[in-house]
């Protein structure tokens, strides 16, 4: 990854490595935490977790007025600790996973894209991480 321009987020989740895992990586559940808002949600996710092959999500505001799909092509999987992958536009994104005592860390750096002001980028990106965060402590609970 190129350190010209990127932007960070991360969070830590109450949850194993293991389930932060699943919940990354699993399509039925990459549709229940994938939107930045309330307003969007994700109607289709395909993710073919190896090198040199490809995920693809559906993003769609709920009101039907846009639609976009956010894919790219995995370069690099280290199961429970690292993807990198390059987005169908170019740009790479890294996404590392640690484990704090019972707790897991991601931290998601990627670079920017050059439409949108940085902060809103960052933004978006963090509330989607969040939300993630959300979904993935719920499901911890469940299955406790």
């Not at 996973?97 to 809103?120: A, Q, R, Y």
Request: aromatic residues 12%; glycine residues 4%.
């Amino acid at each position: 990854m190129k350190e010209e321009m990127t932007i960070t987020v991360q969070t830590t989740i109450d949850a194993p490595i293991e389930k932060v895992w699943k919940c990354w990586t699993t399509p039925e559940h990459i549709l229940k935490w994938n939107t930045a808002s309330d307003t969007w949600h994700t109607i289709r996710a395909e993710n073919d977790l190896r090198v040199c092959r490809k995920f693809s999500y559906r993003m769609e505001a709920k009101n039907g007025s846009f639609g976009f799909d956010f894919e790219g092509t995995y370069n690099k999987i280290l199961n429970d600790e690292l993807i990198i992958y390059t987005l169908a536009d170019g740009r790479s994104v890294k996404v590392e996973f640690s484990t704090l005592n019972d707790k897991t860390s991601i931290v998601e750096t990627f670079e920017p894209e050059g439409e949108n002001p940085v902060e809103l980028q960052r933004g978006g990106w963090l509330a989607i991480l969040n939300n993630f965060k959300k979904y993935t402590e719920q499901q911890n609970k469940i299955d406790l």
